[in-house]
């Protein structure tokens, strides 16, 4: 059994974030997210037009997603990984080099992002 870990915030969820989750569950048979919580969003001056239990109730009804727990710090990712006994870290590659860190940890990957979609995008075009 491979266990695979990722990290967002996962709001406005749309193609990038299910294609990022399929191909991250491919990697494995396990998937945990780790999904920032209302707090540490605001600490990172980060909004979400959805709070964290709306966001959870979403990423647990996707099929590829086997657990989500919040994240709280930057920090937490090597106890995260130790906890769930991950095997490979995910994200995208827009964070390549960011997290190079965790790889006595674990295998640390970076996916290529879905060209023409973010979640940046879509609050942008909510505005005009």
């Not at 996962?10 to 990022?20: M, N």
């Not at 999904?35 to 959805?50: A, V």
Request: neutral net charge.
């Amino acid at each position: 059994m491979k266990t695979i870990i990722t990290y967002g915030t996962f709001d406005i969820l749309h193609v990038g974030h299910i294609k990022l989750l399929r191909r991250a569950r491919e990697m494995g048979s396990r998937l945990v997210v780790g999904l920032s919580s209302d707090e540490f969003n605001r600490g990172k001056h980060k909004s979400s037009l959805l709070n964290y239990e709306n966001r959870k109730a979403v990423l647990e009804s996707i099929r590829w997603v086997d657990e989500v727990f919040p994240e709280h710090t930057w920090e937490q990712k090597v106890d995260d990984i130790r906890r769930y006994s991950a095997d490979i870290f995910v994200m995208g590659h827009d964070w390549e080099g960011k997290f190079d860190f965790l790889s006595p940890y674990c295998e640390v990957c970076y996916l290529p992002r879905t060209p023409d979609v973010s979640t940046t995008q879509i609050k942008q075009s909510l505005t005009r």
